[in-house]
């Protein structure tokens, strides 16, 4: 991984955002296969910071720190993204609708019970994902240090 302490940050984050996004489609790709998408995470991760590493011509301490949250705040859109695709399969609703269903069926304790337990143990793997990657981009700036 190239570090450098001068970015684009307007280029990197682009590329982020486009390495996020190939690893939301993963995490719903996954979970209609009826898995949670920890893998999805990792995806993510590796995607944020090659996208911005490639496009923001390097990547440092602040930029890796942005990328995870990036990928905190994908996690979150992946799994409302993955459960509406599965409304809209089960209940033959077009995307808006289902999406819009998401609050009603909240209501019901089966469903909220099941999409915050989908979503936390998401939240679980994703972190398993990321933690080493930003402990590999301190450990290695101290020793450039």
């Not at 996690?75 to 459960?83: E, G, K, Q, S, T």
């Not at 819009?100 to 909220?112: G, Q, W």
């Amino acid at each position: 991984m190239e570090k450098t302490g001068r970015v684009n940050w307007i280029t990197g984050i682009v590329g982020a955002l486009v390495g996020v996004a190939i690893g939301v489609a993963a995490w719903v790709g996954i979970y209609q296969l009826g898995y949670i998408a920890g893998i999805a995470g990792f995806i993510m991760m590796i995607c944020s910071i090659k996208g911005f590493e490639l496009l923001g011509g390097g990547i440092n301490i602040p930029a890796m720190i942005l990328c995870v949250v990036i990928d905190l705040v994908a996690v979150y859109f992946a799994h409302r993204l993955a459960v509406t695709v599965n409304i809209m399969q089960e209940l033959d609703y077009g995307f808006g609708q289902s999406y819009r269903y998401i609050p009603f069926l909240m209501e019901y304790s089966e469903f909220s019970t099941a999409y915050y337990k989908d979503l936390a143990m998401g939240y679980g793997l994703t972190a398993i994902a990321i933690v080493p990657s930003v402990i590999n981009m301190f450990k290695g700036k101290k020793r450039n240090e």
